[in-house]
């Protein structure tokens, strides 16, 4: 028996252990059997007879074991027979199923045009409709019956359809797979066909069309050329799908990339190429102009307008495919030209977008003559919309006539060009809009990329040069990118733009931005790289005489343009250009020019001198700039860093003979700061001698260089030994005879200059770098410099005491100075060395004790008026307030602990305590507001009773500022008015900092908000109560129509909303709990509530509290009654009318 017979035979039920046995075997790719290669060999009528016996197995197999079995035949089985696989029945059955499928999709391959496969056919329809049935572990089973279904539909059988239709919709679930492959959407698209088999209109086919629809949010889809292929088919299923389509789509855009929207509009674009019928009509009126409509109408800050307009633009790019031009005519008709005439200027300037973008918007059909009028009616458009009156539409209307000049500069009559880049150079000065001058230069940098546009545009840009001095600094940015571009184009000269003069005059001031730009567009003319450093040289001797500060500015941001090298190469040739002028005037003085030696001669010899100050202190600047820009590298670069080195340091000595004037002086000082002191031991050892011989008053220009020096090279204990020497020299100590001669032997050598002492003090905590050279010295050594600053204080305290200072060498300006030094040294301190201890701290509490025993008693109740207390009591003023800047300070970096915040906090009552605290409200307030900010910073990570304590302790202090304001009023009312408008800012910190972290703890705010309320109903019941005729009743309109304290504090309510409904909340709490209470406390409510509504407060809150506020009022009828001609019932009367004026709808 063959193998055919044999295998034919295996084909039933009786043999069914042998099918399987040949369906193992051809699974074995180690087998000769091959399933193929035998139905290959098969006759017309022994195929025909597989199929049918075929089909018998599989209708005897599912009869034996039918299909309502296989998900409940391992419940029936007993417990100990259970296993993952199922029973031995339904695996017989599955394999047997597997086989027909295996043995069905092989059949598939060799039918032909002859062959009967009606039984191939009934048995490929019984293995569909299994398929819902197939257990969810017969994952394989699935796919394999999917297989079959696709090769069905591919090979065009009969039956095709219901096989085709199972194939598409198994592919498209699996298409929406997160884990999808390229080869399923491919597979996908090669059965889309099969979508026209299902009923759009049937129920069954809701579930198709939500998958669909599913394809349209996939990026995998979109993405992919088959995807987008399969995509843009969809469109041609049903109209009404298109509708579904399009909103689904439409909603997405905002969630899509810009590299997916491309391709969202490509899919637009297949569609409406591949319709017809109504199916076009559809995507025309539907999607495409719905689209034109939503780029018009649409707001600029929507998500989706970009990408509307990038739709869009992919269409406008098409216009050269055939019915494109005609179409985008036909559509923007009805759209189009209405927004271009909107009274919404946004409207007009997406209008304008769109216009321009689509330029020229016209029907290809037309005759010539129509054309024309066409194309000049949308010129004329053009120049309305460069004379719009909103700048959004004017900037918009630039860049459409750029763009539009750009492309088609060859096509557009020259006069209308003309007139175009005229009125553009007019809107250059656009006085209304700097946004309109910015678009004007950014634009034009368009057109210059059209060689035709240059002869132009070269006669034209000349009026423009003035723009690069425009008060807005885009504008300036801009204008120097558009030389930029003119110079890479070559479309003109740029200097002839605008002249060399405004370029370097506008360099020497000019912001960061714009100093680069214009060192980017002049770098090649005085940095020319591909020239001979000595010309590098001769283009920085000229740029310094054309303007040494913008010289400065160029060769600050060159290294941003060229290599270090080149850099270092420009520092050696100026180092040899200044060594010849050295060599030539030295020369000249022994009148042997013609023998001299020529090795340093240069072009430049005859144009500098020494004797030229100005240039030589230029050179030496720029040399300073260029080191100081490379130095990083150059520390990189060991070698190249140690020749700089040597070559400098063999010439700075002479430099140093020459160059004497004091501008010189200081480049030169820089220069051997970047040097190590052992490269200069001639200036190096002389430093601190300079320093020790500077005179009183010296500026900071003078001993600034000499103290960075020192930092540098790490020795800046000279100068805190220098500084600590001149501060205890200067102390007036008590000593005895033989110390009292050997200090004056030692003051005739050198004068103490304490002030100058604390400027180089001042100067190197102030600087960074110097800050922390200083803070690098040991510990011992700084706290020697803290001690001497702090017994300066004893000083201070000798001015306020008595007006006899003796023979101090230190002023009180000096002592104060040094005062405040000690505290900042003190924060510094604290935070390198005790970040866990209270050294520091401690020492700045002692100061602030000190300060309340010795300095405050001045600020209480002068002996007498006379100049001498005054001048007393404003030393006290700045005493005070020097010690609460130096605890503010400590606060805000975060250095300050509970402790210390209590301890401040009661400084702070005694502060006010004093007759004369008032006058350090300002920073008092500031204080508090940095205290409260910090502990309610804290209450949200950790609430406990040490913060407690202290926001408790901080709603005094505020209480008793509110006070002691009100109180000064009464007293000194002008004085006061002065206190309370410098102290403006800081009450609405402090205020606005309680109101922001109310959720920390909402005890403060209450608090905070019920003493504001107080303060105000106080002084505004201590004003209605001294009115003595009724005619001075007059209801409050503006806030500036209270009385000083409340106006300030409405004031700063009223400019927010949420300290205004914090504000209302504790005034309607206060009138419900009937805190206030009588006629005058309701009155002044009800002028509080005319005057707050004019904030930022809802109008039905104010008249709810004004409700309420009128039903208590009612109750005090009867007693003003009684008294109809008292002062009590004319303020009734008064509040009963502001009552109502609020409460009027």
């Known amino acids: 028996m063959t193998k055919r017979e044999a ?133 394989f089973l699935q796919i394999s019956i999917q297989r079959l279904c696709e090769s069905w539909w591919e090979k065009g059988l009969e039956g095709k359809e219901e096989l085709g239709k199972t194939a598409f919709l198994m592919l498209l679930e699996k298409s929406l797979l997160l884990k999808n492959s390229a080869a399923d959407i491919q597979r996908l698209w090669n059965l889309h066909q099969a979508l026209l088999s299902f009923d759009y209109d049937s129920e069954d086919s809701s579930e198709v069309k939500d998958m669909l629809l599913q394809c349209f949010l996939s990026v995998n889809h979109i993405k992919r050329e088959e995807g987008r292929r399969f995509l843009s088919f969809l469109f041609t299923w049903n109209v009404s799908f298109i509708k579904m389509i399009h909103g689904t789509l439409r909603n997405q855009l905002q969630f899509f990339p810009k590299s997916i929207t491309v391709h969202v509009a490509e899919l637009y674009f297949r569609a409406w190429t591949k319709a017809s019928g109504v199916f076009l009509q559809e995507i025309e009126n539907g999607c495409i102009q719905d689209l034109m409509h939503h780029g018009v109408h649409l707001h600029r800050n929507s998500p989706v307008h970009s990408k509307v307009r990038q739709i869009l633009s992919y269409f406008h790019k098409q216009k050269h495919r055939q019915g494109v031009e005609e179409m985008l005519y036909r559509l923007y008709q009805p759209i189009l030209w209405r927004g271009l005439k909107a009274r919404n200027s946004e409207v007009r300037a997406n209008a304008a977008l769109l216009f321009t973008e689509a330029f020229p918007v016209r029907d290809p059909s037309f005759d010539n003559e129509v054309m024309d009028s066409e194309i000049q009616r949308q010129f004329e458009v053009l120049f309305s919309l460069l004379e719009d009156p909103q700048p959004l539409v004017r900037s918009t209307g630039v860049l459409g006539v750029c763009r539009i000049a750009t492309k088609y500069w060859d096509m557009i009559p020259p006069t209308i060009l003309t007139d175009f880049l005229k009125k553009l150079i007019d809107l250059a000065s656009d006085v209304s809009s700097a946004d309109v001058r910015c678009s004007v230069f950014k634009c034009m940098a368009m057109v210059t990329e059209n060689k035709l546009s240059h002869p132009l545009l070269e006669q034209l840009l000349p009026a423009l040069k003035n723009s690069l001095h425009d008060n807005s600094e885009k504008v300036r940015v801009a204008f120097v990118d558009l030389l930029q571009k003119i110079k890479a184009v070559r479309a003109a000269k740029f200097w002839k733009v605008c002249p060399m003069e405004h370029l370097l005059a506008r360099l020497e001031t000019d912001s960061r931005p714009v100093g680069r730009r214009i060192v980017n567009l002049l770098f090649n003319s005085f940095l020319p790289v591909n020239q001979s450093e000595e010309v590098w040289c001769e283009r920085c001797v000229t740029l310094i005489q054309m303007n040494p500060m913008a010289a400065r500015k160029f060769y600050q941001y060159a290294h941003e343009h060229t290599a270090p090298t080149n850099i270092a190469k420009l520092m050696l040739t100026i180092r040899r250009c200044l060594n010849a002028c050295i060599q030539r005037t030295a020369r000249e003085d022994q009148d042997d020019v013609e023998n001299s030696n020529k090795e340093n001669t240069s072009v430049l010899e005859h144009v500098l001198s020494i004797n030229d100050t100005a240039s030589m202190a230029s050179l030496l600047e720029i040399t300073v700039i260029l080191w100081r820009s490379i130095r990083k590298s150059l520390e990189m670069n060991k070698e190249a860093l140690a020749y700089t080195t040597s070559k400098f340091a063999s010439v700075l000595p002479g430099y140093f003979r020459v160059f004497k004037e004091d501008r010189c002086m200081v480049p030169l000082i820089l220069l051997a700061s970047f040097m190590p002191a052992a490269a200069v031991p001639t200036f190096s050892c002389g430093v601190v001698s300079k320093l020790r011989s500077l005179e009183k008053g010296a500026t900071e220009n003078q001993y600034s260089s000499l103290i960075d020096c020192l930092c540098q090279w790490g020795q800046v204990g000279h100068v805190l030994e220098v500084i600590t020497d001149w501060l205890t020299e200067a102390m007036p100590l008590k000593q005895s005879k033989r110390d009292s001669e050997r200090r004056v032997r030692i003051q005739e050598v050198v004068e103490a200059k304490p002030d100058l002492a604390l400027d180089y003090a001042e100067y190197m905590i102030t600087h960074t770098m110097n800050r922390d050279c200083l803070l690098a010295v040991p510990q011992k050594k700084l706290n020697h410099l803290l001690k001497a600053l702090g017994a300066l204080k004893e000083v201070f305290y000798s001015f306020i005491s008595s007006p006899e200072t003796g023979s101090c060498k230190i002023d009180k300006e000096t002592a104060l100075r040094a005062f405040l030094l000690h505290g900042r040294l003190s924060i510094h301190l604290q935070h390198k060395y005790n970040t866990d201890e209270r050294t520091y701290l401690l020492l700045l509490e002692n100061t602030a004790a000190w300060t309340i025993e010795k300095v405050l008693p001045f600020l209480i109740n002068p002996i007498c008026e006379d100049e001498a207390s005054e001048q007393k009591t404003l030393v006290a003023k700045q005493a005070v307030e020097a010690c609460l800047t130096v605890c503010k300070d400590v606060i805000m970096v975060g250095l300050a602990d509970p402790e210390f915040q209590g301890q401040i906090l009661q400084f702070s009552l005694s502060v006010l305590q004093a007759e004369r605290g008032y006058m350090c409200l300002p920073l008092l307030l500031s204080v508090l507001k940095e205290i409260t900010e910090n502990c309610l910073a804290l209450t949200v990570q950790n609430q406990n009773e040490d913060l407690l304590v202290l926001l408790n302790i901080a709603q005094n202090v505020f209480q008793k500022i509110l006070e002691t304001a009100a109180r000064r009023l009464r007293k000194q009312r002008e004085e006061a008015l002065q206190l309370l408008h410098s102290a403006h800012v800081m009450l609405a910190d402090f205020i606005n900092v309680v109101q922001d972290w109310h959720a920390a703890n909402v005890l403060v705010l209450h608090g905070v908000f019920s003493t504001i309320l107080a303060a105000v109903l106080v002084e505004l019941s201590h004003y209605l109560q001294k009115v003595s005729h009724a005619e001075e009743l007059t209801p409050p309109e503006t806030v500036q129509d209270l009385p000083p304290l409340s106006s300030t504090l409405l004031a700063i309510i009223m400019k927010s909303p949420s300290l205004s409904r914090s504000f209302l909340s504790e005034l309607n709490e206060s009138v419900d709990s009937e805190a206030v209470e009588g006629v005058v406390g309701l009155t002044a409510v009800l002028c509080i509530l005319t005057v707050v509504r004019q904030g930022k407060c809802k109008g039905s809150d104010i008249k709810s509290s004004a409700a309420s506020v009128h039903i208590k009022l009612q109750k005090y009828y009867e007693v003003v009654a009684e008294a109809s001609d008292s002062i009590e019932r004319a303020i009734y009367e008064s509040a009963l009318k502001i009552g109502n004026d609020i409460l009027q709808p």
């Open 7 to 139: 295998f034919l035979q295996a084909v039933s039920k009786k043999y069914v252990d042998e099918f399987l046995n040949f369906i193992k075997l051809s699974k074995d790719r180690s087998d000769p059997f091959d399933l193929d290669e035998l139905l290959q060999e098969f006759p017309k009528k022994q195929k025909e007879e597989l199929w049918e016996n075929l089909g018998k197995l599989l209708t005897d197999v599912l009869l034996e074991f039918p299909m309502e079995k296989w998900n409940c035949e391992i419940d029936e089985d007993s417990a100990d027979e259970m296993e993952v696989e199922g029973s031995a029945d339904l695996k017989q059955t599955m394999s047997v199923i597997e086989g027909v499928i295996m043995v069905a999709c092989a059949s598939i391959r060799v039918i032909d045009e002859d062959v009967t496969y009606g039984a191939l056919l009934e048995c490929a329809i019984i293995l569909n409709g299994i398929l819902d049935a197939l257990p969810k572990s017969q994952l």
